[in-house]
């Protein structure tokens, strides 16, 4: 049982990341080279991580050990930012940084999954849960395992896809960010249109693959509650992600 929803979790992502290089790749693919000058050159409508990705997922589907699912996951999320560093590089981002965060991108990143983290924390305690007996992150007196298991679902969905949108858009520009203490952060502006396009990404529908549709907001407590009542047994626990 606790492979089973760890395997999950770890694939979960890569899945979603997979999806979004794929789709990216297609419409990037007829941007002007000034606009998205580090994916202008693509030599195919998808991004060529994509397939790194489908490799990785391939090998923690296939994991029949903790350790070797969560070193499939770290490599397919390793490849998926690469990919992202293709439609972001003009911004800065040449893949992930954190404790510091080096570049505006990244600072948007980590302060988006810090808003996303204080969601599902909410969300898990209002479904009972302990917020630190988790699967695949590791558990820790004051690390929110179980949270941030939950937390891999809406990663893409609700942080990478704003990002992304928000910086291409111009929305968010290299000028929202600032270095200080040895870092990149947001300035309280880029602070706030992030809260604002996060706030409005949570109230936007989306499709569960169960079939119902609610906003992503609500979604984040189903999802928890449903967690819960696999865990006690009363059903098989089917995970958020995005599908066509």
Known sequence: MTLHLT??????RLRQGRLLLEEEGREVA???ARQVRSVALLERHRLPE????????????????????????GEGSRVYFQGLARLLGPYGFGGRTRR???????????????LLLGRVLVAVRLAGLHPEVGFLHAEGRRSPALALDLMEEFRVPVVDQVVLSAFRRGLLTPSHAEVREGGVYLNEEGRRRLIQLFEERLLEGVSHPLGFRK?????????????KAALLGRGRYTPFYLWR
């Not at 906003?215 to 967690?227: D, F, K, N, W, Y």
């Open 7 to 12: 395997r999950q979790g770890a694939t979960l």
């Open 30 to 32: 007829g941007f002007p």
């Open 50 to 73: 994509a397939g790194g990705v489908v490799e990785a997922l391939a090998r923690a589907e296939g994991a029949l050990g903790l350790e070797r699912l969560r070193g499939a996951e």
């Open 100 to 114: 510091p965060p080096r570049d505006p991108v990244n600072a948007a990143l980590s302060y988006g999954y810090a």
């Open 215 to 227: 906003p992503l907001g609500e979604t984040i407590e189903v999802q928890a509650q449903r967690l």
